[in-house]
């Protein structure tokens, strides 16, 4: 296959859309639950410095095999491995990306349709003076109703598709020049009232000040699991958006952009959330609904909390939409770029990830009791091992590829950095980050184990 031709329109367009992609339920829902399932403070610091240390690296090294392949992940990393001699099964580190992202995007597009709920609920005025309890059973209720979480996620499934089916170059752009902002300001909006509730000051001790003794493998690659996730690094989607940069981008500059706006919107919502969560009482390690339980009772006690809560659903939906587009764009590029249009490939892969989508959407139903493996249910399942096993092994392939295959000329121009930035990112990536992915990887192994 040739190179594409397509190109953001703009150097903001391009820091837009991938932040558009990483800005997503990983930091307003993901965050604060996995948090809370990790003990806080502790994981908050490891998922920072995983941010750091291993994150940037390995989103740089990501978009630069996008930017010098020009091409569909796939596509991109047999031509990059052919042009070194090297062999194309290289394609199978895209071809795991692809799995990852199918099985993410099964999930994502549930839970973006219980925002879908959550919005018709906020605007119907549903949770006006509702108590927490009322709150929290309506969530038990409302997944516990097969029909409407599988007509949400089907909806949202259709929203993604239709944009993919365009070409995410033109149909995103829109999407994310300035709705994007008005969810910041919100975010702050809800901190500033957070900060007048009791528990604000138990929230930021939470996550803020670690407790060592709470380390444990587990929270450790929780933690690195986040990292990649709310990145969105490791499944080449990012990739699939590098092949569309325009030449005379910075891509340190948009990375760093990128990563800094990603950890303030997770630590915004964490903030937040938690102080509901202390000021009320709740349980920090209640999990999934975590946000759909906090979010209500606090926009509830709240002047013109209706309007704020409908307004803050609509919002996170849209930051949801950008990013389930970006994990439908390496499938549908790939398969789009054999005999396949673009509107086809986006149905084939449409239907599959709905159809995937069907275990978690009903392990609250019909489905709870189906466990496959240690007790977990589907949901449990699909939440936790792609993002904090697949992706953390993808980015480790992916950091490989680039630093030890792909042309060290390629790899310059596409970095954009001058020789000086490429050895540091080199030295970085191969002496930290990956031995570290390595590190953290074996040591999921310990539990298991043990
Ligand atoms: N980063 C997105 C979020 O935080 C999820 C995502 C993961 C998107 C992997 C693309 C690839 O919601």
């Not at 018709?120 to 409302?142: C, Y």
């Not at 809800?190 to 509730?197: E, I, K, M, S």
């Not at 003794?213 to 690195?224: E, I, R």
């Not at 392990?363 to 449990?380: C, E, K, Q, Y």
């Amino acid at each position: 296959m040739s190179e594409v031709v397509d190109r953001w329109s703009s150097r903001r367009a391009f820091i837009l859309a991938v932040t558009g992609a990483a800005v997503g339920l990983g930091n307003i829902w993901r965050f604060p639950y996995v948090a809370g399932e990790n003990g806080g403070a502790l994981f908050f610091l490891l998922y920072v410095f995983f941010v750091l240390a291993m994150g940037l690296p390995v989103m740089i090294a990501e978009i630069m095999i996008g930017r010098a392949g020009r091409r569909p992940p796939i596509q991109a990393l047999a031509a990059l491995a052919r042009e070194q001699g090297r062999s194309a099964k290289w394609s199978w580190v895209a071809g795991f990306g692809l799995l990852t992202v199918f099985l993410v995007l099964s999930f994502y597009s549930v839970v973006s349709g219980w925002s879908i709920e959550y919005l018709l609920s906020a605007v119907r005025g549903r949770f006006a003076g509702a108590s927490p309890d009322v709150i929290s059973q309506a969530l038990d209720v409302f997944l516990a109703n097969p029909w409407l979480v599988v007509l949400n996620h089907s909806l949202f499934m259709i929203l993604t598709m239709v944009i993919v089916a365009m070409g995410v170059s033109s149909g995103l752009e829109r999407l994310n020049n300035w709705l994007m902002p008005l969810l910041y300001l919100l975010l702050v909006v809800l901190v500033v009232y957070a900060a007048t509730t009791p528990g604000f000051a138990h929230a930021l001790t939470w996550l803020f000040s670690p407790k060592f003794t709470d380390l444990t493998p587990l929270v450790v690659v929780n933690a690195l699991g986040h990292a990649f996730f709310t990145l969105a690094i490791g499944a080449c989607a990012l990739m699939a958006y590098g092949a569309y940069m325009p030449e005379d981008q910075s891509l340190v500059k948009a990375v760093v952009i990128v990563a800094a706006l990603d950890v303030l919107v997770a630590v915004l919502s964490g903030i937040a959330i938690f102080s509901v969560v202390f000021s009320h009482h709740l349980d920090p390690t209640s999990g999934p609904g975590l946000m759909f339980v906090a979010l209500p009772i606090a926009f509830s006690s709240m002047p013109f909390g209706v309007p704020l809560l409908a307004a803050f659903f609509l919002l996170l939906l849209l930051a949801t939409w950008t990013s389930s587009i970006n994990l439908a764009e390496p499938m549908v590029a790939s398969l789009s770029a054999g005999k396949l249009s673009r509107p086809v490939a986006a149905l084939i892969v449409g239907i599959c990830v709905w159809a995937a989508g069907l275990l978690p959407a009903l392990s609250f139903s019909t489905l709870a009791n189906v466990r496959p493996i240690a007790g977990m249910t589907f949901f449990d399942l699909v939440t936790s091992v792609p993002p904090d096993i697949f992706l953390p092994l993808g980015g480790l392939m992916i950091a490989w590829f680039a630093t030890n295959v792909l042309a060290r000329h390629k790899a310059v121009s596409a970095l954009g950095a001058g020789e000086s930035g490429y050895r540091v990112w080199v030295g970085v990536t191969r002496y930290v980050a990956i031995p570290l992915v390595v590190l953290v990887l074996l040591s999921a192994l310990i539990p298991k184990l043990s």
